[in-house]
């Protein structure tokens, strides 16, 4: 798993695609940051609940080659009989883009920081807004792995991705329309209802574990997906 | 040290691979015969562990690939037809992550690396890119793959597909090398290259074994050799009225004429009786000399063609 791990990380730096994404990432997030060094504002969880808007777009592109690249290339073959199982092969390449989420989160610390120096920001409610942002990204590539092992196209595998992403994101505003057993049915699956918690400083853990439980379902599915498509065709 | 016993695989309805049996002994060459489409990839996809088996096992050394598949997989070295590549790794970080990836212990691993590296002649270009070799550096590339781990047995799907033929050479020789301490599986189209490299062929048709043995015996058993084309000088009626007049021969035919009263001819015979001597005493006692004489064996490609027209006929 580390093998697949490390070869996956690096694989975004051999690339010109980690530089791009996390280029991409600091310029429309500092942007955002803008306000509040025009209006001398601390609150900088405003700024990361519109920064877990713009990973709808973000991590589809970092995970959308994961599993469809090696698929098309045929390096699928020299993973699957490597005696490495398809479990390990999927949790590597997830952790991979996951480190690849965290450095980026990493360098937004910067502005955190400079809020920090000049201004006296809310700590507890700072850090309740990262876990519940870094949550928020690893659930996230779950759904962008599940969507890069449907395809061999990169960009179906993006577009699906994202699609996914979105409808999670108005999770919320569907099921207010509906009611009834399918509304609850459907704020299972709503991300955000989970993450205003931690935006306002509360760190409960019952959200922690249900985020750890989407991810855990969804890696489950794409293995499954995996396994599935070798017993049924070619 | 291969064992597939009734091995089949379908894809919905159709049936790509078709209740196969066969057995490959430690240290043997076997190569896979058939024309494209005939489950040679499929057959080799499912003894690496890459697709499950529709019903029959697949034992290597021993371990059932469905029930102890990490131990298989650890003693197999696959090459598929296109080899699996990162195209943007230096060739060294690539057989560095596979080496992590087969579980090479950390010690042994620089060591072998370099060790196949110089083997498969890929030392020199071990900085460069991937995607930035030749397809002979490639499939050299493809095949130093293979061979990391040391595994047992390697299995090679094509391995000198669209090579120039000093680097089809080269790979042949290398392959038969490797044969010394490996047990060698290779499926190939191309006829000499089986001839040129097994020891034994499995002739492969629609699925079905067609053929399995040495190059050597499929010739005798499929291609015993009946036929001759003699050169003789003479008047070509006379001579044609003298070989039919042969106990044993079956047919004659005037191929072409050579010289001035000198033809030759085929000589289709029952193979049960020697006819090589009568005609020359026969010939001798008319005065026509014979001026050469060939047995037309049989070539691995006419006992290939053989054998699939022969199924098709019967299909």
Known sequence: MFAIFKREFK?????????????????????????????????????LSTMGFLLLFIIPILTMRILAEDRKSGTEVLLITSPANITSI???????????????????????????????????????????????GASF???????????????????????????????????????GILAIVLNW????????????????LAPVVYYISFISVFLFITIRVIERRRWSQG | MIEVVNLTKRYGQIVAVN??????????????????????TTTMNIITGYLPSSEGTVKVCGYDILENPKDVKRRIGYMPEQPPLYMDMTVKDYLDFVSDLKQVDKKKKRAQLNDIMELVKITH??????KNLSKGYKQRVGLAQALVGRPE?????????????????????????LGKEHTIILSSHILPEVSAVCERIIIINKGEIAAIDTPDNLSKVFGNSTKFTIRIAGPKSSVQNLLKGICGVKYVEVASQKEKDVYDYIVDTSGETDVRRPIFFELAKFGYPILELKTLSMSLEDIFLQIVTEEKEVN
């Open chain 1, 90 to 136: 999927v949790v590597g390449k997830y952790l991979a883009a996951l480190c690849v989420f965290l450095v980026m989160t990493a360098i937004t610390f910067v502005y955190p920081i400079i809020i920090a120096i000049f201004g006296d920001p809310a700590y507890a409610q700072l850090i309740g807004g990262y876990v519940g942002y870094i949550l928020l």
């Open chain 2, 153 to 177: 047995v390697l299995i090679l799907d094509e391995p000198t597909v669209g090579l120039d033929p000093q680097q089809i050479i080269e790979i042949r020789k290398l392959i038969k090398a």
């Open chain 1, 11 to 47: 694989g975004y730096f051999y690339s010109p695609m980690a530089y791009v994404l996390i280029g991409l990432y600091m310029l429309m997030s500092s942007f955002f940051f803008l306000g509040n060094l025009y209006d001398g504002n601390a609150d900088f969880n405003g700024n």
């Open chain 2, 125 to 130: 270009v071990r900085n460069r890119l991937v």
């Open chain 2, 19 to 40: 209740n196969i049996n066969f057995t490959v002994q430690k240290g043997e060459i076997v190569g896979f015969l058939g024309p494209n489409g005939a489950g040679k």
């Open chain 1, 141 to 179: 590539i779950a759904v962008g792995v599940l969507a890069s092992s449907l395809t061999e196209s990169q960009v179906i595998a993006a577009v699906i991705g994202f699609v996914s992403m979105l409808t999670m994101w108005i999770m919320d505003y569907l099921a207010s329309f509906v009611g």
């Open chain 1, 189 to 204: 699956l709503s991300l955000f209802s989970r993450y205003y918690d931690f935006n306002i400083g509360i760190l409960n």
